[in-house]
C-alpha cells in the first residue's frame, strides 16, 4: 500500500512538473520593452512633442485581509508583461531619450525588495538584485529603497525638459474607479510629481500603448494558452465524472481547484459553479449551495499557466440525463457558437459576432416556439436573452487588454472566447418564455484564436460538448468507483 501511494505521488510530481510550459524567454521580454518605447517615440514624433520620456510601471503589492493574514498573490499583468517577475514590491522605469525617430536611446531600470534576514526568516527569499537582473537581464536593477531619490532626481530633469511620464494612475482617484496597483508607488509618485512641478497635461497612461501589444499574442504565449486550455479541460473532465445528484456547488469549485493544482495550476479567475436557477446570476460566485437532482449545474472555470489563463464554460445536469427541454436549449447554444465560429473572418470583429450570436439565438428560440416574436424583435429580444457579449479578448486576464474595442477586427494572433448564453430566470420579465424553461441558465464557452488563414481555430476541442459525450462523462468515476466497491466486497449482483 504504502509503494503504491509512493508511485502515485511521484507520477503527480511528473505530471505538475512536464504539464506547465516553457516560459516566456527573456528576450521576448526586451523585445517587448522595445516595442512600448517605439509607440512612445511614435506619439512623440507626430505631436511633435518632447524627447524626454519617462515609463514607470509597478508591480501588484500584497493585499491583506486582517493583519498578518495576505490574501493570494497575483501580480499585475502589466507589469509581468513587461518583465516576468512575479513577486510584489518592484518597478519598471524606461527612460527614454528621442533626439530623432532615427535615433532614440532608451535604458531600462528595474527597482526591487532586497529582503533582511528577519523577513526572509518569515517569509523566504526574494529574486534580489542578482536574482531579477539573471531573470530580466536588466543591468540596471537596484534596491527598492533607492526609488524615492531617483524619482526626485530624475522627474526634475523631467520638468526641465519639458518631458512627459507615463504613469497609469489620475493622482485624484474618484469614486468608483480602480485603486491604484501599488499604493505606496502610487502615493510615491504623486509626492514626487508635485514636487517636480510638472502638470497634469504632461502625465500619460501606458497601459492602451501596451494593450496593443498584447492583445496580439506570440508563439510563445499561444505555447502556453494551449496549455491553459489543455489543463482546464482535464481539470473539468475530472470534475464532471465527479458530480452526482446533490452535490455541493462547493464540491465541485473544490474539485477544479484540486485537479488544477495536480497539474502545476493557479485558478484564471474564481470559479463560476452554479446549480438551478442561480446560472441565471451571470457570474454567481457564491457556489454554497446544492444541485439538486435533474438540476443543471453551469461551470465557468479557467487554468493559468505561466501567468495565462484560459476560458472554459459548460451546463450539464448533475445527474447525468438531460431532459428534453435541457438538451434542446444546450444544442441551440452549439448550433450558434459554431456559427458564429464560421462568421469570424478578418473583416468581423467581436461587435459583428455579437450581432449574429443575439439574432440566431432569437431565430433558434423562436422556431422551436420557446419564445413567440416577430424578426424584426430578434435582435432586442435575443440581448434580453443573453445579456452578456459573445466574447472578450483573453490572454494574461480573463477580460484582456480592457482598452481595445469589441469593434476592432480580427487579426492572426488575437484570442478570445466564444461563449453565446440562454437565461430563463424564474422571475424573468423581460421575455415571455414557456413555462417549462423557467429557470434555466446555460453557457457554452470555447477558447479560439485568429490564425493567418483568417480563421477562428478552436484551441478547447479536447473538453466534450455533444450532449452524448457529456452523459457519458458525467458522473463516470463515482460509478466506477461504486462498482469497485461492489466487486470488492462481493455485493456486486451482475456476477
Known amino acids: 500500500m504504502l509503494t503504491f ?10 505530471q505538475r512538473h512536464f504539464s506547465t510550459s516553457v516560459p516566456i ?110 531573470l530580466t537581464g536588466i543591468k540596471q536593477t537596484l534596491p527598492a529603497q533607492c526609488l524615492s531619490d531617483y524619482l526626485k532626481m530624475v522627474l526634475s530633469n523631467l520638468y526641465s525638459a519639458n518631458g512627459f511620464l507615463w504613469f ?7 469614486s468608483g474607479e480602480r485603486a491604484p496597483v501599488n499604493r ?26 501596451i494593450d496593443e501589444l498584447r492583445v496580439v499574442k506570440s508563439e510563445a504565449e499561444l505555447k502556453i494558452m494551449r496549455q491553459a486550455v489543455k489543463n482546464t479541460s482535464i481539470a473539468l473532465k475530472k470534475t464532471m465524472a465527479s458530480a452526482y445528484s446533490g452535490i455541493r456547488e462547493a464540491e465541485l469549485s473544490a474539485r477544479f481547484q484540486f485537479e488544477s493544482a495536480l497539474l502545476g495550476s493557479d485558478l484564471g479567475y474564481p470559479a463560476v459553479v452554479a446549480g438551478g436557477n442561480r446560472a441565471n446570476i451571470i457570474h454567481y460566485l457564491r457556489n454554497s449551495e446544492r444541485v439538486e437532482d435533474g438540476d443543471l449545474v453551469l461551470m465557468d472555470v479557467g487554468c493559468d499557466v505561466e501567468g495565462y489563463t484560459a476560458d472554459i464554460s459548460r451546463t450539464w445536469p448533475v445527474n447525468g440525463a438531460f431532459s428534453r427541454h435541457q438538451k434542446l436549449l444546450l444544442e441551440i447554444l452549439i448550433q450558434v457558437q459554431d456559427e458564429c465560429q464560421k462568421a469570424a473572418t478578418p473583416d468581423y470583429s467581436l461587435e459583428k459576432l455579437y450581432d449574429v450570436m443575439v439574432r440566431r439565438l432569437a431565430y433558434y428560440l423562436n422556431e422551436e416556439k420557446i419564445i413567440h416574436v416577430s424578426e424584426r424583435e430578434f435582435s432586442r429580444v435575443g440581448s434580453a436573452i443573453c445579456p452578456h457579449h459573445i466574447g472578450h479578448y483573453l490572454g494574461m486576464d ?81 460509478k466506477q468507483k461504486t462498482d469497485e466497491f461492489l466487486q470488492c466486497s462481493g455485493l456486486d449482483e451482475r456476477e
Request: net charge negative; hydrophobic share 35%; aromatic share 10%.
Open 25 to 134: 524567454p527573456k528576450s521576448e521580454y526586451a523585445s517587448r520593452r522595445s516595442e512600448l518605447v517605439e509607440k512612445i517615440v511614435q506619439i512623440s514624433s507626430s505631436n511633435q512633442s518632447s524627447a524626454h520620456h519617462l515609463v514607470i510601471i509597478p508591480s501588484a503589492e500584497v493585499k491583506y485581509a486582517s493583519l498578518h493574514v495576505p490574501y493570494s498573490f497575483r501580480q499585475d499583468s502589466y507589469f509581468r508583461y513587461l518583465t516576468g517577475i512575479t513577486e510584489p514590491n518592484a518597478i519598471l522605469a524606461l527612460e527614454i531619450e528621442c533626439k530623432s525617430s532615427d535615433n532614440v536611446a532608451f535604458l531600462p531600470r528595474l527597482f526591487v525588495e532586497e529582503r533582511t534576514v528577519h523577513e526572509r526568516l518569515w517569509d523566504g527569499p526574494s529574486l534580489g538584485i542578482s536574482g531579477a537582473t539573471k
Open 184 to 209: 505606496s508607488i502610487f502615493s510615491l509618485v504623486s509626492e514626487h510629481f508635485t514636487e517636480s512641478k510638472l502638470s497634469k497635461s504632461h502625465l500619460r497612461n501606458p497601459n492602451p500603448l
Open 398 to 478: 480573463v477580460h484582456d487588454t480592457a482598452s481595445i474595442s469589441y469593434g476592432r477586427n480580427f487579426e492572426s494572433g488575437m484570442v478570445f472566447p466564444l461563449e453565446p448564453g440562454i437565461y430563463f430566470p424564474c422571475d424573468g420579465e423581460k421575455v415571455s418564455v414557456a413555462e417549462e424553461f423557467r429557470g434555466m441558465g446555460l453557457r457554452h464557452e470555447d477558447d479560439y484564436v485568429f490564425t493567418a488563414e483568417g480563421k477562428a481555430e478552436k484551441l478547447s476541442d479536447c473538453v466534450p460538448f455533444a450532449v452524448s459525450d457529456l452523459e457519458a462523462l458525467i458522473g463516470s468515476s463515482c
Open 5 to 14: 501511494m509512493f508511485t502515485v505521488r511521484i507520477l503527480r510530481s511528473l
Open 168 to 174: 497609469n494612475a489620475p493622482f485624484t482617484i474618484k
